[in-house]
């Protein structure tokens, strides 16, 4: 009976230790950091958490590999159920196509024919309205050789990636140009302009794709189309960002300064150990966190791809997260706050 | 004065003189045209090898099995097809060629899978053409409507047509400027949609029902059952099996039509209107009996056999030329046939050979040397035999896949006029025929035969080419005045 209750005793103590000391390990979300991911090059898939790296977790690993030179598409769905983006370049050696990656926030593959554009990404946008419907300019071609026709295709996330709509045209992807989309979700359509820049040159056209399936393409004046501008990130040569409330200013680089414009007090961020020029920032809105973006070393240019920081505005924190493209989002971000993580 | 009028009398007559090679268009005969295997192009010439041309060589390449598509367009001035590959390749490159052989619309050489290509109806110049850019991307369909007249895209439309897809017929309606067409997309589920394609460049695509599609049905041009054709007045009955005979309607007295000596059975036949001459399309050995043809061309008074190559069966792989295409916008043709004839054929009764003989052929191996010539080896002794000049090295295996273990190559010399014949199954289609220069073989001209064996004779002033049914048995120096034939 004594042996009896010792042994209880041991097991008491196993057990309260290991419930604790796994415990332990969890770390609890803490509202006031926000999160951000980042595609890992290192590892694969994203790594959503903290700045200071607390509640760390990593997702679709097993679909997004590693060694991409980056990430390019339209990231998080406007519910923040859904994440797409597709791997930056055409063809890496090792790698493959540029393949497009569609997953639900807890990194499962969803819209498995999204998986099936491989390569000339050239454009997606998820709805402007709020609906997980994403336009997708792609095509099917499986090898990098020959790049000619261009789809436009108009796909329900909430509906199982339901094809809504198709169009097509024989241009090659990279040449024609393209208007802003007109997203019209209350008559269930969109619509946009489209000019050739190939053997039907001087051709201009007004598409219209109902999400029945039902496509129109009409010929239109030159008038009537207006090219999209896509924008560039001009800053990052002069390495200057300004908050998104104006508070802070962070200009130059080597050193990297932030400057409080309300107390005219100036500190020095810290330096990414492998960057070597240009820098970039990503704001969380309440102008607490950077993310970072450091060119790295190339001949003749030195602002090629950059690596991730993550620094707070006072400098007090620093954290290298790894390599990625200019292209944040989806590189990297600051997790949209409609995005429920699932408990790890 | 008198001396210059002699001078131009003088030019006058050498004129005439190189003129003479040119033939005169023979008004009793009709035009043949097809495509050449051998050489690549169309060839187009009276039955019997006069006013003989071939245009767009260099843009139709040789050794296809043959063209598929709607040929000529209504006006006559225009032809269209796509080719059908000779090996695995899923390449069917469509082609788009003027009378004179120039290539029209110059980016459909980015369409390398061709489905469907159809003529407008209603007599334009109006063309579809069904297609893909990329053969791995065969779920991805595109039409496009070609006003080739006037090189202008009217209209084009892509879908993606999934695993698995239908068509309906295309409906033309020029008058109101479209086409109008079905089909089923196989994305999962089948998704019915019409398509309206208009000249202006409109395109409407409009989901349908299932009840409202109605799929295409495919013809076939060739009815396997039928013992007989029928000459187009009904003037003579030509047997297609077990015996070619041709039996005049009227006295019932059957002829014996030449038999091909590549041909092994099941035969078709295309009649000109005037009944006189008979293409003929002879099922080889080498298509299990029946597949693709070769040609042969005769008259209904047995007077007159030529052999023509294979292809893949009648238009546009071979046919009479419509009436609407005007010869004389053909570039000039010569009074001989573009692929040298043989000057007789010696039949072998009953005695068929099928293939190379082991015992004639040699084993021979190909590679480039340190000094990228091209080299044919015996691969027993590993004697180097023959260099070749003109064939690129470094090897590409990927354009020119060879046996390991070697090939076999059955090889003839005629040491006198410094001549080398060649055959194998590898090298395409026909005899090639090369020439010693320098210690290098050039390649001189290829031969429409097969080279089962081959043997320079009568003190090497014949070549005989052993065929599956005889032997085709050509002049040496019908041979050696090709070298001097301007190219």
């Not at chain 1, 508070?247 to 810290?270: C, F, K, M, V, W």
């Not at chain 2, 007159?304 to 893949?312: I, M, P, S």
């Amino acid at each position: 009976m004594k042996n009896i209750t010792r042994l209880a005793t041991i097991l008491l103590i196993i057990f309260v230790l290991g419930s604790s000391t796994s415990l332990s390990v969890q770390a609890q979300p803490d509202i006031t950091q926000p999160y951000l991911y980042y595609y890992s090059q290192l590892l694969g898939g994203l790594i959503i958490e903290h700045p200071d790296g607390t509640d760390t977790r990593q997702i679709a690993a097993d679909v997004i590999p590693p060694n991409l030179s980056g990430l390019i598409g339209p990231a998080w769905s406007p519910s923040g159920k859904y994440f797409v983006a597709f791997a930056k370049d055409p063809v890496q050696t090792g790698i493959g196509n540029r393949t497009a990656y569609a997953i639900d926030s807890n990194g499962q593959k969803v819209v498995l024919s999204l998986y099936e554009v491989a390569t000339k990404y050239f454009f997606t946008e998820w709805s402007l309205t709020g609906e997980d419907i994403l336009l997708v300019v792609g095509n099917h071609v499986q090898n990098n050789s020959i790049e000619l026709g261009t789809f436009f295709w108009l796909i329900d996330f909430e509906h199982n990636g339901k094809l809504l709509a198709e169009f097509a045209t024989s241009y090659d992807i990279g040449i024609f140009d393209l208007s802003t989309i007109n997203w019209d979700i209350a008559n269930q359509k969109v619509q946009f302009y489209l000019a050739a820049n190939a053997y039907d040159f001087g051709s201009h056209y007004r598409i219209t794709m109902h999400f029945d399936g039902t496509t129109l393409r009409e010929p239109v004046a030159l008038e009537a189309f207006i090219p999209r501008n896509f924008e560039s990130n001009n800053h990052v040569s002069e390495s200057y960002s300004v908050s998104p409330q104006g508070t802070y200013e962070a200009h130059g680089y080597h050193p990297s300064l932030l400057t409080d414009i309300r107390t005219n007090q100036t500190i020095e961020l810290p330096n990414h150990s492998q960057g070597k020029s240009c820098r970039s920032y990503l704001w969380t809105e309440d102008e607490k966190y950077m993310i970072t973006l450091d060119g790295t070393l190339v001949a003749g240019h030195g602002c090629g791809d950059p690596v991730l920081g993550v620094t707070n505005s006072q400098g007090s924190l620093w954290r290298e997260l790894g390599n990625c493209s200019w292209v944040a989002p989806p590189c990297a971000g600051w997790l949209p706050q409609n995005i429920e993580l699932a408990p790890k | 004065m008198t001396r210059l009028t002699a001078i131009l009398l003088v030019i006058l007559a050498v004129t005439t003189t190189s003129l003479s090679v040119q033939a005169q268009p023979d008004p009793s005969q009709p035009y043949i045209y097809y495509y050449s295997q051998l050489l690549g192009g169309l060839i187009i010439e009276h039955p019997d090898g006069t006013d003989s041309r071939q245009i767009a060589a260099d843009v139709i390449p040789p050794n296809m099995s043959g063209l598929a598509g709607p040929g000529w367009s209504p006006s006559g001035k225009y032809f269209a097809a796509y080719g059908i590959p000779s090996n695995d390749d899923s390449a069917r490159v469509p082609y788009l060629i003027d009378t004179k052989g120039q290539n029209q619309a110059g980016w459909l050489h980015n369409v390398t899978v061709t489905s469907f290509m159809q003529w407008s109806p209603n007599g334009e110049d109006i063309l579809l053409i069904e297609g893909v850019y990329n053969p791995n991307g065969l779920r991805d369909a595109f039409f496009w409507v070609i006003d080739v007249g006037h090189n202008q895209l009217l209209a084009d439309f892509g879908v993606n047509l999934g695993g698995s897809s239908q068509r309906s017929e295309i409906l033309w309606n020029v008058e109101q400027g479209q086409i109008v067409f079905e089909y089923a997309a196989d994305l999962g589920t089948l998704q019915y949609y019409r398509v309206t394609m208009h000249f202006d460049g409109t395109i409407l695509r409009q989901p349908i029902s299932a009840d409202e599609f109605i799929p295409q049905t495919s013809n076939s041009n060739l009815d396997t059952d039928e013992e007989n054709r029928i000459s187009p007045r009904g003037t003579y009955k030509a047997q297609r099996y077990p015996i070619a005979r041709l039996i005049n309607t009227t006295t019932n007295q059957p002829l014996e039509l030449p038999r091909h000596t590549q041909g092994t059975g099941c035969r078709d036949y295309l009649w000109p209107e005037n009944e006189a001459y008979i293409i003929t399309l002879d099922g080889t050995a080498l298509t299990d009996g029946c597949g693709f043809p070769a040609l042969g061309v005769t008259n209904v008074q047995m007077t007159l056999w030529r052999e023509l190559g294979h292809c893949t069966g009648a238009s546009p792989c071979v046919g009479w030329l419509p009436q609407q295409v005007n010869v004389n916008n053909f570039p000039l043709g010569t009074s001989k046939p573009v692929q040298l004839d043989p000057i007789k054929i010696e039949y072998a009764g009953q005695i068929q050979v099928y293939g190379i003989d082991p015992a004639v052929a040699h084993i021979l191996n190909f590679h480039c040397d340190q000094n990228m010539t091209a080299v044919l080896s015996d691969m027993r002794t590993h004697a180097t035999l023959y260099k070749l000049n003109n064939i690129p090295c470094p090897y590409q295996p990927d354009q020119l896949p060879l046996p390991e273990k070697g090939f076999d190559v059955v090889v003839a010399e005629d040491p006198a006029h410094h001549l080398l014949a060649t055959y194998s199954d590898w090298q395409g289609y026909g005899v090639s025929i090369w020439m010693l220069h320098d210690g290098l073989y050039e390649p001189l001209l290829k031969l429409n035969t097969q080279g089962l064996t081959l043997e320079f004779t009568d003190n090497n002033e014949r070549l005989r080419a052993r065929n599956f049914n005889g032997w085709k048995i050509y002049s040496v120096a019908d041979i050696l005045a090709t070298v001097n034939t301007p190219k």
